[in-house]
């Protein structure tokens, strides 16, 4: 193409630009030939498909489901005698996690390993009664005696179990705190002569790797958030679980938790939560800069062979680096470069009416 008919089209462009946008809700083929696509150094990029659109990226931190924990609590007041497991670390069932000074709990512990060995001759006496009693040696009377005590006692003993959990009485005198099931310590008792009262913490175990994130979204998407979007945090993806049904009058913002797998972070890490609304079919992803706005609504330039067309889209979200948007056949190149010309030449086009 020569220099005269390049400047003579650039012109024509920039000039356009200042006529009134010809209106199209269909696709329009623009009258240009390759040689006027090369001179505007057009550039493109495919329009990906998309199954998810953005709703909302908010600031959030990480912690871990409060159905995934186990607390271990004191039945009894005492002292921290010695701290036997670090926070963080995994542990099985049975690991020591402390020794408590505690003439109450070890009195405890002591009536009840008394009681558990009072049970096991008590069952075994009933079990001789039995088979004294079918030998006719005694009366029934009396094995039902028997087995009433060895039932009085194992009763006993359960309720030992419950209160007494995965301690045990140790040669010093001390108790010894064992984990009750295998997971990760999250928080344990700590300082050596500590005091613990009754009902006290005395370890925190995770037993699962299971995540919450918990986020505050701003107020103007009440009514948009919902249980059941798709949840990110980097790579980990969940699903948004719960949206606060009022809004803080304070920050003016709402309260969004989100059910994510172990990669989202370690408790107490902030994190971006991004959250994400099924997309309807035949949404596509484009670069924001491929939009543009018409006196008819948005539209993308596309292109197939050597052919440019004008495309009128439904924009569902946007934002800085991206639009998603509908209207676009599947395989789609739009136009990234060179956008305001094509529109400029668009706009010097007659009206359909006119056509």
């Not at 984990?179 to 613990?196: E, W």
């Not at 006196?295 to 050597?306: Q, Y």
């Not at 800085?320 to 086009?349: D, H, M, N, Q, T």
């Amino acid at each position: 193409m020569s220099r005269p008919r390049t400047a003579s089209l650039l012109v024509l462009a920039l000039a356009a630009l200042l006529v009134p946008t010809a209106q199209a809700t269909t696709p329009l083929p623009l009258p240009l030939e390759p040689a006027q696509v090369e001179a505007m150094a057009l550039a493109f990029a495919p329009a990906v498909d998309a199954a998810w659109i953005p709703v909302a990226r908010i600031p959030a931190e990480v912690e871990l489901a409060s159905d995934a924990q186990f607390a271990l609590v004191a039945p009894y007041p005492g002292t921290l005698a010695a701290v036997l497991a670090q926070e963080g670390r995994d542990v099985v069932r049975g690991t020591p996690l402390l020794s408590i000074a505690s003439p109450a709990w070890a009195a405890a512990l002591a009536d009840a390993a008394g009681r558990s060995a009072r049970r096991d001759v008590a069952s075994r006496q009933a079990v001789r009664g039995q088979a004294l009693l079918e030998a006719g040696v005694i009366a029934a009377r009396e094995v039902e005696t028997l087995r009433a005590e060895a039932a009085a006692l194992g009763a006993a003993t359960r309720a030992d179990q419950a209160l007494a959990g995965s301690a045990s009485l140790s040669a010093d005198g001390t108790v010894l705190v064992r984990a009750p099931r295998a997971g990760r310590l999250l928080q344990r008792a700590s300082g050596h002569g500590r005091i613990i009262q009754a009902g006290g913490l005395l370890a925190r175990i995770g037993q699962r790797d299971e995540r919450v994130v918990t986020g505050r979204a701003p107020a103007r998407l009440a009514g948009t958030l919902a249980p059941g979007m798709r949840a990110t945090v980097g790579g980990a993806v969940g699903e948004l679980d719960s949206v606060a049904g009022a809004i803080d009058t304070d920050s003016r913002s709402l309260t969004v938790s989100a059910r994510m797998p172990a990669g989202a972070g370690l408790p107490g890490a902030l994190v971006e939560l991004a959250i994400d609304r099924a997309a309807p079919a035949g949404a596509r992803r484009v670069p924001v800069n491929a939009v543009v706005a018409l006196a008819a609504g948005d539209a993308v330039f596309t292109r197939r062979g050597e052919t440019i067309t004008m495309t009128p889209v439904q924009v569902h979200y946007r934002d800085g680096s991206y639009a998603w948007v509908g209207g676009l056949p599947a395989g789609s190149e739009v136009v990234v470069r060179g956008v305001l010309a094509l529109k400029a030449v668009a706009g010097s086009l007659p009206a359909a009416g006119d056509r």
